[in-house]
C-alpha cells in the first residue's frame, strides 16, 4: 500500500546545531505538507510543496520536494529550543485514492540548551 | 474566529460504554477528517468527509462512526467502547485535501 516514510524517528542536538528530517514515499505525490506538533500540542501546518524540485523557505527551516516528487526534506539551521516538537509530512497521492493524506511517523526533535 | 472546536478536552469511558466526539469549523471547509494519535504510531486517519452528506474510511475505521448533515459539524461515535481506543482524537478541517488542514486541540480519551 501507499507509505511515507520519516526518518529519523527521534533526533536530539545541542542548541545551533542543524537538524534534517526526511520523508520517502513509495508512490508518486501529487503535493506534500509539512506539519509541527509542539509537546501537548496540535498538529500545526507550516507549509506546502508542490513542484518537482522545489525549494522553499521559512526564517531557519528549508523545505525541499524531490525532482521525482518521492521524497522531501525538512531541515533548520542553528536549532533553538522553541524548534522542540515532532515534525511530520504528508503527501497527497498522485493516483489511486487521492481524497486523503498519507502521514509519515513523524520525527521528534529534542533540543539541548 | 473560533477555527475547529473539538468537545470534550479529556474523556474516561467505561468499556462497552458509547459516546460522541464533538467537531466543529466556521472556516466553512469542505474537507473534514478525524485522526487518533498513539505514541510511536504518528496520526492514523479515522474518517473523512468531502464534503456535507459524504463521508467515508481512512485506515482504522473499525469501532468508529461519523456523519456529515451539515459542512460546520462532523461528529465522532465510538460505538462500544475498548481498551484499544485509548487514544488522543484530533479533528482537522481544509478547504480540499491538499491545502491547509486546521486542527482542533484534541480530546484526551482513556477507556477503562
Known amino acids: 500500500g501507499q507509505q511515507v516514510m520519516q526518518i529519523p524517528q527521534y533526533q536530539h542536538v545541542q542548541e545551533g546545531e542543524d537538524f534534517t528530517t526526511y520523508c520517502n514515499s513509495s508512490?508518486?505525490?501529487?503535493?506534500i505538507q509539512w506539519y509541527k506538533q509542539r509537546p501537548g500540542g496540535h498538529p500545526v501546518f507550516l507549509i506546502q510543496?508542490?513542484?518537482s524540485g522545489e525549494v522553499k523557505k521559512q526564517k531557519r527551516l528549508t523545505f525541499q520536494f524531490g525532482e521525482a516528487k518521492k521524497n522531501s526534506s525538512l531541515h533548520i539551521t542553528a536549532t533553538q529550543t522553541t524548534d522542540v516538537g515532532t515534525y511530520f509530512c504528508?503527501?497527497?497521492?498522485?493516483?489511486?485514492?487521492?481524497?486523503?493524506?498519507?502521514w509519515g511517523l513523524g520525527t521528534s526533535l529534542a533540543v539541548n540548551p | 474566529n473560533a477555527g475547529v472546536t473539538q468537545t470534550p478536552k479529556f474523556q474516561v469511558l467505561k468499556t462497552g460504554q458509547s459516546m460522541t466526539l464533538q467537531c466543529a469549523q466556521d472556516?466553512?471547509?469542505?474537507?473534514m477528517s478525524w485522526y487518533r494519535q498513539d505514541p510511536g504510531m504518528g496520526l492514523r486517519l479515522i474518517h473523512y468527509?468531502?464534503?456535507?452528506?459524504?463521508?467515508d474510511q481512512g485506515e482504522v475505521p473499525n469501532g468508529y462512526n461519523v456523519s456529515r448533515s451539515t459542512t460546520e459539524d462532523f461528529p465522532l461515535r465510538l460505538l462500544s467502547a475498548a481498551p484499544s481506543q485509548t487514544s488522543v482524537y484530533f479533528c482537522?478541517?481544509?478547504?480540499?485535501?491538499?491545502?491547509?488542514?486546521?486542527f482542533g486541540q484534541g480530546t484526551r480519551l482513556t477507556v477503562v
Open positions: 482537522a478541517s481544509s478547504y480540499y485535501v491538499n491545502t491547509e488542514a486546521f
Open positions: 472556516m466553512n471547509h469542505e474537507y
Open positions: 468527509s468531502v464534503g456535507a452528506g459524504i463521508t
Open positions: 508512490t508518486t505525490l501529487s503535493n
Open positions: 510543496l508542490v513542484k
Open positions: 504528508a503527501g497527497q497521492d498522485n493516483a489511486g485514492n487521492n481524497r486523503k493524506l498519507i
